[in-house]
């Protein structure tokens, strides 16, 4: 349930931060794009309230100011989160649109990301990239209110993703083969790792699907259609979330 207060509080701007910004005392230091996006884009004058989340799976009420803003009670939130802790393995792919898939999966209630380093990667992300996608799924955060943010793994290659996975069940999409579909085969346990590998444009290689096998990942469909990479990363985490969310409690 949530409180009267909590209700009153729901439209009020979310701002994600890290744990070291906040003091003993309540004071909070932001960054100046921080201060920007309170004060510029939502025009928080002093004194004006405002949501904080530092990815602790609590979220506080606080007052703006200019110099030091102040946290001034903890408040009561809905939960977010799925009913399982979902791990996605993305093989990386060029272009814009792969960044994007980190806001959407966010927003689906993904727990982890790994960009894969696989055979038929063909290129490899620069350092900046994974400040980009800490920054993205952030604010994504902030945008669906959730609690927590995905934890964003450095580019790891497939060989050693298998060899460090551990899940209760985790699943391969797999194109063009006979494999059941994912919604058939997802085990109905709440609580538990479910991990999921998703390919490269061009899928993958019979050696990697050999390796996926030899380390316990079942061949899953996610449907009929050929999808590029950043749409199975989507649809994948979709289906999860549909599925885990008509569980009963």
């Given amino acids: 349930m949530l409180s009267k207060r909590t209700r009153s509080l729901s439209s009020l701007p979310r701002l994600a931060i890290d744990p070291a910004q906040r003091d003993p005392t309540g004071g909070i230091y932001l960054t100046s794009p921080q201060r920007h996006y309170l004060q510029r884009v939502h025009r928080l ?3 004006d309230p405002f949501l904080v989340l530092d990815g602790s799976g609590k979220l506080w009420l606080a007052h703006w100011q200019p110099q030091k803003c102040q946290i001034v009670a903890e408040v009561e939130a809905p939960p977010r989160e799925l009913p399982v802790y979902l791990h996605l ?3 990386v792919v060029k272009g814009p649109g792969f960044d994007e898939v980190f806001r959407q999966v966010t927003e689906l209630g993904v727990a982890r990301i790994t960009p894969l380093l696989t055979e038929r ?22 945008q669906c209110e959730r609690l927590h943010w995905p934890q964003i793994d450095l580019p790891t290659s497939w060989s050693r993703w298998l060899a460090e996975l551990k899940a209760n069940w985790w699943g391969i999409a ?10 058939q085969v997802l085990p109905p346990l709440r609580g ?3 991990a999921l590998a998703i ?4 899928g ?24 590029r990479s950043t749409t199975a990363a989507v649809a994948a985490a979709s289906q999860v979330a549909a599925f885990y969310a008509s569980l009963s409690p």
């Fill in 199 to 202: 390919g490269p444009e061009g």
């Fill in 89 to 91: 393995g993305l093989a």
């Fill in 192 to 194: 538990a790792v479910v």
């Fill in 121 to 142: 990667t063909v290129v490899e992300p620069g350092s900046g990239r994974q400040e980009r996608w800490q920054k993205i799924v952030r604010e994504a955060t902030e």
């Fill in 174 to 183: 797999v194109a063009r083969q006979n494999a059941p579909p994912l919604l």
């Fill in 45 to 47: 004058r002093g004194g």
């Fill in 204 to 227: 993958w290689t019979e050696t990697e699907r050999r390796q996926a096998e030899a380390h316990g990942g079942v061949p899953v469909s996610l449907g009929p259609t050929i999808l």
